[in-house]
């Protein structure tokens, strides 16, 4: 079986220290998985962005540090990214306002990702945009992306 090529949003990482919310484990169970080498993870410049701008250094380091503990690829950016992600904010799948969050499924899209893992409900993890992403992918020659939690993954082999 071949091996899923995710890509890890932002609020991945933040639940990765967060024992107090829904799917903690479920996280934590995924990062171990990435450990022992069931899925190619990656994440992007856009995600390091992110993560860099959290308030709390002792959590904002932590949280950077898991790209190297686990050996997380990261994307960088690219025109194909930026174009498909204004495309996104055409369609009216992802709001203007929301440019990291286009780029985020923009960036795994380019990239021929298999997945993106978000708890981002707002305007990634939503209907709309796991009905549409896949729509406009084609439209603009890129294959579909789907976008779930850690649960809809972890334990894909069994």
């Known amino acids: 079986m071949k091996k899923m090529n995710i890509y890890l949003e932002t609020t991945v990482f933040n639940r990765y220290f967060e024992p107090e919310r829904d799917s903690y484990s479920e996280t934590r169970l995924l990062f171990e998985e990435i450990a022992a080498g069931k899925y190619e993870a990656y994440t992007s410049v856009y995600v390091i962005e ?3 701008n959290t308030a709390d ?3 904002r380091n932590d949280m950077l540090e898991l790209i190297s503990r686990y050996n ?3 994307l960088d950016k690219s025109a194909q990214a930026m ?3 204004d495309q996104y904010a055409r369609l009216g799948i992802i709001s203007e306002a929301h440019t990291l ?3 985020h499924v923009a960036c795994a899209s380019a ?3 298999d997945a993106i893992i978000s708890f981002n409900f707002s305007h990634i993890n939503r209907l709309k945009t796991k009905i549409m992403i896949p729509y406009a992918n084609k439209i603009y020659g890129y294959e579909p992306v789907s976008i779930c939690v850690p ?3 972890i334990g894909n082999d069994e």
């Open 111 to 113: 990239n021929g990702l």
């Open 83 to 85: 174009a498909l992600a």
């Open 50 to 52: 992110e993560l860099s």
């Open 101 to 103: 969050d286009r780029l």
């Open 72 to 74: 997380i690829g990261i």
């Open 57 to 59: 250094a002792l959590k």
């Open 151 to 153: 649960l809809e993954v």
